[in-house]
């Protein structure tokens, strides 16, 4: 039989249509490697032609980016026109949900939720916080929408 899938340091499998393995190396090495010198940004698009025609896009921002930003690092879903998540390169800040295309986005605190709500749904769980004295706190909510703080082993 005839395949057009391919393989790249081993045979690829009959479902995936390219596919790269890397050999045990012991240190730090990738098994693929994306370069540009784009001032722009370098992008790996993911398009999928069937029913919405989804399209998702890391993009790592370069020297000039108007888009993710020098240095930051996102995902954008073009359908929505906007970032799911960008990286700060300068501090690895995490933003979630912004706005639009634009460096401004830029996540100002090491977890920042530019739109919509942070839900936690498991009962039990919650925001664990650290206080000064090093004791561990996790803050849940109770059945009448107080807040209660129990004190828990450190993660």
């Not at 020098?70 to 979630?96: E, K």
Request: glycine residues 14%; neutral net charge.
């Amino acid at each position: 039989s005839v395949s057009n899938n391919v393989g790249v340091g081993g045979n690829s499998q009959s479902a995936v249509a390219l596919q790269v393995v890397q050999a045990a190396t012991g240190g730090s090495s990738a098994a693929i490697q994306l370069q540009s010198a784009d001032v722009w940004h370098t992008a790996l698009t993911m398009l999928n032609t069937t029913g919405s025609g989804s399209r998702y896009t890391f993009s790592q921002g370069g020297s000039s980016s108007g888009e993710v930003g020098p240095t930051n690092f996102g995902l954008i879903n073009h359908n929505l026109l906007r970032f799911a998540w960008v990286v700060n390169g300068s501090n690895n800040n995490i933003g979630i949900g912004g706005n639009n295309f634009a460096p401004t986005d830029s996540p100002r605190s090491r977890l920042h939720v530019f739109s919509g709500d942070v839900n936690i749904e498991q009962i039990g769980s919650g925001i664990i916080m650290k206080s000064p004295n090093g004791q561990c706190w996790r803050v849940t909510v109770s059945n009448t929408g107080t807040f209660v703080s129990t004190a828990i082993t450190c993660p």
